[in-house]
């Protein structure tokens, strides 16, 4: 039952802007993320402390979720405009 792909590919031609948008925000997400787990492994009093009732830890995690999730956000953002602009041409 092979029904063959949904749409038609061709060259991509945003894929080099959307390889280095990809490669970049990876790097922001980790510099972020390594922040956190060097206080974690440092001063992890630090995280004891209690924000918005919440002890820094969790408000820590929630923020890297919610980082990430408006990470993807504006990738996919930034991607389809990319995609329209060079693969139209």
Known sequence: ???GPAVKLGKDNAS???TKLGVSMFIAYTIVYAI???INATNP???Q???FGQTAAVVWGFGLIGF???LAVIYN???TQA???MNDE
């Open 1 to 3: 039952m092979g029904h």
């Open 16 to 18: 080099g802007y959307k």
């Open 36 to 38: 956190f787990v060097a």
């Open 45 to 47: 009093k630090l995280m």
């Open 49 to 51: 402390n209690i924000i």
């Open 68 to 70: 990430a999730l408006v």
């Open 77 to 79: 953002h930034l991607c």
């Open 83 to 85: 995609e329209n602009k």
